[in-house]
């Protein structure tokens, strides 16, 4: 299985600070199709993930332009430019090219 | 509006089957895979299976934690998604999410919980 290894796991952050976080896998994420299937999700506490990112760096509709991501073959990364309370939660890279699709670990975001 | 509606989760003893349904609205059902995906509690995310689309054959794949137990299927003329759940085990507790999607999961239900307990 395609590990996917996530850091920090936890990352503590002031009101109006950047953050980013590392996403790297244990193999190339490219699909035999072109693409390469790296997402990101954000999980509010008590809530279902959201897709924030899709193949890279696609961002979904109604998702701040605040959110950014970048990377290539195993090492991915998604920047957050200014962060905000409603910011707050646990982050998730998952990659859906190598079937079983994994998920890292999560990286919970808190304002410090 | 894109909605997925989970449910059928409850308390379940161990060895015991359960079904959930995933019905789906705003969007071509038939069009999509769909996918579920599950979080023990306190723990993160794991996919467990999808089904395509029949444009696409409708095949379905399943993680190694529940192959052989759990069974997806779709009724396109429904909109429901179903995660058949066979010889439940306590490891099985976790919320269930249903997903849209294959690759990239565009869309999450609000999930539905199963408990897996004697």
């Known amino acids: 299985d395609v590990l996917m290894t996530q850091s920090p796991l936890s990352l503590p952050v002031t009101l109006g600070q950047p953050a980013s976080i590392s996403c790297r896998s244990s193999q190339s994420l490219v699909h035999s199709d072109g693409n390469t299937y790296l997402n990101w999700f954000h999980q509010r506490p008590g809530q279902s993930p959201r897709r924030l990112i899709y193949k890279v760096s696609n961002r979904d509709s109604g998702v701040p332009d605040k959110f950014s991501a970048s990377g290539s073959g195993t090492d991915f990364t998604l920047e957050i430019s200014r962060v905000e309370a409603d910011d707050v939660g646990v982050y998730y890279c998952?990659?859906?090219?190598?079937?079983?699709?994994?998920f890292g670990q999560g990286t919970k975001l808190e304002i410090k | 509006e894109v909605q997925l509606v989970e449910s059928g989760g409850g308390l379940v003893q161990p060895g015991r089957s359960l079904r959930l349904s995933c019905t789906a609205s705003?969007?071509?059902?038939?069009?999509?895979?769909m996918s579920w995906v599950r979080q023990a509690p306190g723990k993160g995310l794991e996919w467990l299976t999808f089904?395509?689309?029949?444009?696409?054959?409708?095949?379905?794949e399943y993680a190694a934690s529940v192959k052989g137990r759990f069974t997806i299927s779709r009724d396109d003329s429904k909109s429901i998604a179903y995660l058949q759940m066979n010889s439940l085990k306590t490891e099985d507790t976790a919320v269930y999410y249903c997903?849209?999607?294959?690759?990239?999961?565009?869309?999450w239900g609000r999930g539905t919980l199963v408990t897996v307990s004697s």
């Open positions: 997903t849209r999607s294959q690759h990239t999961l565009s869309s």
């Open positions: 705003g969007f071509t059902f038939g069009d999509h895979a």
């Open positions: 089904i395509r689309s029949k444009a696409y054959g409708g095949t379905t």
């Open positions: 998952m990659q859906g090219t190598h079937w079983p699709y994994t």
